[in-house]
């Protein structure tokens, strides 16, 4: 091919030559964003048939007009595991910073199957019947390993994907908890200076991520089904503890009974736990996202939750803390990537973890070794 040389994805490295094993083929004419290529019509933006590169100012306007595809390209270059968009990821940030912050953040967890996805379409439905712009996020920790989204079932929200008023973005796919989530969180900034006033975000029961999650939004759900044998086990209680409510889906059928069991059972079992939030008592309620049945006073509590903690100042002082929570995860992780990829911390570690492992080293000296290299070595 002679025209190699301009197919190749622009974080391609300049000197990457015929041995660099990434090169775009050609194929159907068309965006990764579902629009004919070169066809981004500007929506009151001043975007114009260009689908190449886009200059930040392209990416802030874009957004700020609410202009789906290049919000979505806006959150692709924010997802961006190449050091060359981070610049620019950073710099649009930065302008559309100003413009974030006006939302209410819901996170959504449970164990799967337990019913997130259909009642996020539920959910999001009411609101944006109710006028309101809903965005919808997900943090998937297992995408790493699977390689899956947990909205990559977008059928899920088939009717609400189809909503002028909403916007829905799968689990960036790749990458550590850790990585997923600085995403996540500035792709929340992003959606909220497009006008999205409330942001849904999901994501899957296994541990560490609710934590995380957790520390993201202004109002957690946990969202559950009844199951046989006592209602309480199996639930790690560490969970119950950082949720603001608890929702026992699939109240429906045969089910609505147990279901009902079920939430008064959580109910006792709160009075006894500490609330997540300060001035507000944690809550059991039950729905059914099938038939719609109790969705609407599952907003309702929210926006009371909302009055309640805006009015006591709780509301602003957890998103304070978050940001600087925020600060210090950015720190660690930094801090551990720019360790890890020190090539003498790694020459000494691949050395020592035969010590360590045979016992001729103790950890606490190898650990100290580690440290004391990465000190010292010029490269960081
Ligand atoms: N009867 C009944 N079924 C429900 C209800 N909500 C969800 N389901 C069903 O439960 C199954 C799982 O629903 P999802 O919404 O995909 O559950 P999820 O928690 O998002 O699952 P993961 O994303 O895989 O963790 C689907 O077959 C739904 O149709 C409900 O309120 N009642
Ligand atoms: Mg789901």
């Not at 301009?6 to 159907?28: C, H, L, N, Q, T």
């Not at 759900?221 to 199996?234: C, F, K, P, R, T």
Request: proline content about 3%; charged content about 25%.
């Amino acid at each position: 091919m002679s025209d190699e040389r301009s197919y190749k994805p622009d974080w391609a490295p300049e000197d990457g030559g015929d041995a660099f094993a990434v090169k775009v083929m050609r194929g159907i004419e068309g965006g990764h964003d579902g629009l004919p290529s070169g066809r981004i019509e500007g929506s009151g933006s001043r975007i114009s048939k260009r689908r190449q590169r886009l200059d930040t100012e392209d990416y802030v306007d874009g957004v700020l007009h609410n202009h789906r595809p290049i919000l979505a390209r806006t959150i692709t270059l924010i997802e961006s595991n190449c050091a060359e968009h981070y610049d620019q990821a950073r710099e649009v940030l930065a302008q559309l910073q100003p413009r974030a912050g006006r939302s209410i953040r819901v996170g959504i967890t449970g164990v799967p199957g337990a019913g997130k996805s259909t009642l996020i379409e539920a959910l999001g439905l009411h609101l944006v019947h109710q006028g309101h712009k809903v965005a919808v996020l997900a943090v998937d920790p297992s995408s790493s390993v699977t390689g899956g989204s947990i909205l990559g079932d977008k059928t899920r929200m088939e009717k609400l994907s189809q909503q002028e008023n909403c916007f829905i973005r799968p689990s960036p796919s790749g990458g550590t908890l850790g990585g997923v989530t600085r995403k996540s969180r500035e792709t929340i900034l992003v959606c909220e200076a497009a006008g999205y006033d409330v942001i849904l975000i999901e994501t899957v029961g296994v541990g560490q991520s609710e934590i995380t999650v957790r520390s993201m939004v202004d109002f957690f759900l946990l969202v559950m089904i009844s199951g046989a044998g006592d209602e309480l086990q199996g639930i790690k209680k560490g969970v119950i503890e950082i949720a603001d409510a608890l929702l026992v889906n699939k109240a429906d059928g045969a089910n609505k009974i147990k279901a009902q069991v079920a939430c008064a059972e959580y109910a006792m079992a709160l009075k006894y736990l500490t609330p997540a939030t300060r001035g507000w008592e944690t809550r059991a309620l039950t729905c059914s996202a099938i038939t719609g049945e109790g969705v609407s006073e599952v907003w309702d509590m929210i926006r009371e939750f909302r009055e309640i903690t805006g009015e006591s100042g709780m509301f602003a002082q957890r998103r304070k803390e978050q940001a600087m929570a925020w600060v210090y995860s950015m720190i660690e992780d930094y801090l551990r990537e720019t360790f890890y990829r020190n090539g003498d911390v790694r020459g000494l570690l691949s050395s020592l973890e035969g010590k360590v492992l045979d016992g001729s080293v103790l950890p606490t000296t190898a650990a100290e070794e580690l440290l004391k290299v990465f000190y010292r070595s010029p490269v960081k």
